[in-house]
């Protein structure tokens, strides 16, 4: 890990309590970023390496829900 990581994933605080939308997140992403723990959608740090930038999770979440930071590209963000 460390010098291998170069995406972060942020999600709104709404977005990380809604039980749901957790489900969706988790269903979306085809490389598992997202897990539906407890009501809550929490972020697999040791998979954000796989992140193919397909923007899945941004179609699957309402606006401002979900942000993919490339960190790589001046910290450059996928978002909706
Ligand atoms: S952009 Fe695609 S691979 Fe990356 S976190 Fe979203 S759904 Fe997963």
Excluded: H, W
Aim: net charge negative; aromatic share 4%.
């Amino acid at each position: 890990m460390g010098e291998g990581i170069f995406i972060q994933v942020e999600l709104s605080d709404t977005a990380r309590e809604d039980a749901e939308l957790a489900k969706k997140l988790e269903d979306a992403c085809p490389v598992d970023i997202f897990t539906a723990a407890d009501g809550r959608t929490e972020i697999v740090s040791e998979n954000l390496d796989e992140c193919v930038l397909c923007e899945l999770c941004l179609e699957a979440s309402p606006p401002g829900a979900v942000r993919v930071v490339k960190l790589y590209d001046g910290g450059a963000a996928l978002e909706r």
